[in-house]
C-alpha cells in the first residue's frame, strides 16, 4: 500500500504562485513513477506532469510547460509542484498520484495510488 498526501494549496491572485506537496509513505521507493493530476470542476482529470523517482526526469503537459516546475526530495519522501504566473485556468483540485512503472504517462488510469487532492483557486 501507498500513502499519499498533498498540502499547499489555497487561493491566490492571478500571476501568483504556489507550491504544493505530495508526501508519500508505504514502502520504499526507488524507479517508481509520481504525477500531478488537476481536475477543474464539471471537467475532466487532466494529467499535470510526472516525475521518475530515480534520477529526477521530468514531463511536463504543454498546458503548464514554462510555468510549472515538478521535482522531488527522496530524502522526505516527497514530491512538489512549483506553480508560477498562475492563472484563473488553473483553478482546480490537484492530486498526486504512483505508478510502479518506469514510464511517465498521462493516462490516469495507468496510476494505482491517489491522494486526497488539495483545492487551488486562482481569482482574476
Same mark, same amino acid.
Given at each position: 500500500? !501507498?500513502?499519499? !498526501?498533498?498540502?499547499?494549496?489555497?487561493?491566490?491572485? @492571478?500571476?501568483?504562485?504556489?507550491?504544493?506537496?505530495?508526501?508519500?509513505?508505504?514502502? @520504499? +521507493?526507488?524507479?517508481?513513477?509520481?504525477?500531478? +493530476?488537476?481536475? =477543474?470542476?464539471?471537467?475532466?482529470?487532466? +494529467? %499535470?506532469?510526472? &516525475?521518475?523517482?530515480?534520477?529526477?526526469?521530468? !514531463?511536463?503537459?504543454?498546458? %503548464?510547460?514554462?510555468? +510549472?516546475? &515538478?521535482?522531488?526530495?527522496?530524502?522526505?519522501?516527497?514530491?512538489?509542484?512549483?506553480?508560477?504566473?498562475?492563472?484563473?485556468?488553473?483553478? =482546480? %483540485?490537484?492530486?498526486?498520484?504512483?505508478?510502479? @512503472?518506469?514510464?511517465? %504517462?498521462?493516462?490516469?488510469?495507468?496510476?494505482?495510488?491517489?491522494?486526497?487532492?488539495?483545492? !487551488?483557486?486562482?481569482?482574476?
Amino acid at each position: 500500500q !501507498v500513502q499519499l !498526501v498533498e498540502s499547499g494549496g489555497g487561493l491566490v491572485q @492571478a500571476g501568483g504562485s504556489l507550491r504544493l506537496s505530495c508526501t508519500a509513505s508505504g514502502r @520504499a +521507493f526507488s524507479s517508481e513513477i509520481m504525477a500531478w +493530476f488537476r481536475q =477543474a470542476p464539471g471537467k475532466e482529470r487532466d +494529467f %499535470v506532469g510526472g &516525475i521518475r523517482w530515480s534520477g529526477g526526469s521530468t !514531463v511536463h503537459a504543454d498546458s %503548464v510547460k514554462g510555468r +510549472f516546475t &515538478i521535482s522531488r526530495d527522496p530524502a522526505k519522501n516527497t514530491m512538489y509542484l512549483q506553480m508560477n504566473s498562475l492563472k484563473p485556468e488553473d483553478t =482546480a %483540485v490537484y492530486y498526486c498520484a504512483y505508478r510502479d @512503472a518506469y514510464y511517465i %504517462v498521462s493516462n490516469q488510469n495507468a496510476y494505482s495510488y491517489w491522494g486526497q487532492g488539495t483545492q !487551488v483557486t486562482v481569482s482574476s
